[in-house]
């Protein structure tokens, strides 16, 4: 008999295999980054068919098979629901998400990381104005980094990525923008990714 974990995790992308299944690129609280399969999910009789969406924030169940995690089941956390619904926090979303997918390789959990991306997100997601958005996204992916180590000691940058992430963080980095763009910028050259 199979372990059933049961995780939460964001679904970051996912693409179609056979004739009704799916493969879902999912960062989890507790595993980390992976691929899970579900078997018949694009069928209309299915009943995870309206739940494993992109983008979606769920509590799922998996089973550990030979080469890849198989989906058993998923249900709504409730959270997160209205980011994608605007556009422009949707587009800023799902750069967060292309950039993880990139970032985050093999199974090897990552829990503050998942914590602060949760909560990073939840203030994307009441974020109106552009440039507001655009800072945020500025903060989430210095974090990001940050947390998998790519930003060194830096002085300028250690209130950005240790304190909470409050609304405040977001007039911060507006003030020193083009500085924390560099080392964003240093950061991902450094990835060669």
């Known amino acids: 008999m199979h372990h059933i974990c049961h995780t939460e995790g964001i679904i970051l992308g996912s693409r179609n295999f056979g004739e009704a299944g799916k493969y879902y690129y999912i960062f989890t609280r507790d595993l ?6 579900a078997q018949g999910v694009r069928k209309m009789s299915s009943k995870l068919r309206f739940v494993l969406q992109d983008f979606a924030y769920l509590k799922i169940d998996l089973v550990q098979g030979k080469n890849i995690f198989r989906l058993t089941n998923a249900s709504k956390t409730n ?3 209205q980011i994608t619904k605007q556009p422009e926090t949707f587009e800023v979303f799902a750069n ?6 990139r970032l985050l390789a093999g199974v090897e959990s990552n829990e503050s990381l998942f914590v602060d991306l949760i909560h990073s997100l939840s203030v994307l997601e009441k974020t109106r104005t552009k440039k507001d958005l655009h800072n945020v996204e500025i903060i989430i992916v210095l974090r990001i980094l940050n947390n998998l180590g790519y930003i060194g000691e830096n002085e300028m940058l250690q209130n950005l ?17 083009t500085k ?14």
């Open 96 to 101: 967060i998400a292309r950039l993880l997918k």
């Open 32 to 37: 980390g980054m992976i691929t899970a399969g």
């Open 161 to 177: 990525v240790k304190s909470p992430f409050e609304e405040n963080l977001v007039f911060e980095v507006s003030k020193d923008r």
């Open 79 to 81: 959270k997160l629901e």
């Open 180 to 193: 924390v763009l560099h080392h964003i910028n240093k950061a991902l050259k450094e990835t060669h990714l």
